[in-house]
């Protein structure tokens, strides 16, 4: 059960820690769509970095739901996850408009 998740890297940016397993950090990631010859549709999400909650809105008391661990699906342009979405930068985030609702305190790497 103690198995590495095959996250690249954790998030840059989190807006809390995560309410449904209380030790994750639910970070921001961008869409950044899965057909290279269209614009992205620079969409974010929030996924918990343990327990892959994902949440649709930067607000985590809202309804969440699970990528499936079989097959992980980017909750927005249903490409694979860890291709077509990536953790947001700070430029990302404010392109969101989700800045206000970082924790500076939750970022990784300073
Ligand atoms: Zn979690
Ligand atoms: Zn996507």
Redesign the pocket.
């Known amino acids: 059960m103690n198995q590495v998740p095959p996250h690249p890297t954790g998030p840059h940016h989190s807006i809390a820690t ?1 309410p ?2 209380g ?2 950090l639910c970070g921001v990631r961008l869409c950044t769509g899965d057909d290279p010859t269209e614009a992205a549709p620079q969409s974010g999400f929030v996924m ?1 970095d ?2 892959e ?1 994902v949440w649709l809105e930067p607000d985590v008391t809202s309804e969440h739901l699970y990528v499936d661990p079989e097959s992980p699906r980017c909750p927005i342009c249903h490409g694979g996850l860890w291709s077509t979405s990536r953790w947001a930068g700070r430029d990302e985030i404010e392109s969101l408009g989700w800045s206000s609702l970082i924790d500076p305190g939750l970022d990784t790497n300073g």
């Open positions: 995560c449904v397993c030790g994750g918990c343990e327990c909650a």
